[in-house]
C-alpha cells in the first residue's frame, strides 16, 4: 500500500508541531512552510525517527520553485517525496526517483478540466486534492485517472477523514493535530 495503510499523514506548518507529528503511527510526515536553512537538519531528523519526508517544494522559503530548485532538493536534501502545482518540479523530482506528489486547487470546473491535462502530461505518483473535503470529486478523479490520491485543506473531523478514505483517498494530509492520531 502507498502509505503502509496510514490514513493520516501529519502535514507540519509549525516546527513546534514536529515532536507531536513524530510522535503518531504515520509513516510519513509532509514538510510546509519551511526555510531551505532548516530543511537539511529537519529531514535528517525526521528521517531517523523512520519517518518518511514529503516536502512541499513550493512553500520552501528562499527557494525559487523550479528544477534546478528540485535538483538541490533531491541531491542535497533529499526528502522521499516533493509536494508541487509544478510540472517542472515534479518532473525533475521523478527523474531523481523521489515520489511526486501533484498538488491541485480545485476551484471550479475548468480548474478540474486542466489538471486532468496536467495529469496526463505529468503522470504523478500521487494527486493531492485541494479541498479535501469534496467526496464526489475525489471519486470522480480517481475513476478517471486511476492515479492514487490524497486529500488536503479543509479537513478537521475525523468524519471528513472518513468521508475521504470512503471516496476513495488513500490518505489525508492535514495540520489539524486534533485528528493526527486515533
Given amino acids: 500500500m502507498m502509505f503502509n495503510n496510514t490514513e493520516i499523514l501529519p502535514a507540519i506548518r509549525d516546527l513546534k508541531d514536529i515532536d507531536k507529528a513524530l510522535a503518531t503511527d504515520s509513516n510519513y510526515i509532509v514538510l510546509l512552510n519551511t526555510h531551505v536553512g532548516q530543511l537539511k537538519s529537519l529531514v535528517k531528523m525526521i528521517k531517523s525517527n523512520n519517518k518518511k519526508v514529503l516536502l512541499h517544494a513550493d512553500l520552501v522559503q528562499g527557494l525559487k520553485n523550479d528544477e534546478y530548485a528540485a535538483q538541490y532538493l533531491a541531491q542535497d536534501i533529499r526528502p522521499d517525496g516533493l509536494i508541487s502545482t509544478r510540472k517542472n518540479v515534479l518532473m525533475t523530482a521523478k527523474k531523481s526517483n523521489l515520489m511526486t506528489v501533484q498538488r491541485l486547487f480545485l476551484l471550479d470546473s ?22 479535501g473535503v469534496i467526496p464526489h470529486i475525489i471519486e470522480e ?11 488536503g485543506g479543509l479537513i478537521r473531523t475525523r468524519e471528513e477523514v472518513e468521508a475521504a478514505i470512503k471516496a476513495g483517498a488513500v ?12
Fill in 171 to 182: 490518505a489525508v494530509t492535514t495540520s489539524n493535530r486534533k485528528i493526527w492520531t486515533n
Fill in 141 to 151: 478523479v480517481y475513476l478517471k485517472t486511476k492515479i492514487p490520491i490524497i486529500a
Fill in 110 to 131: 475548468l480548474a478540474l478540466q486542466s489538471s486532468y491535462h496536467m495529469l496526463e502530461t505529468i503522470q504523478p505518483d500521487c494527486v493531492e486534492i485541494l479541498p
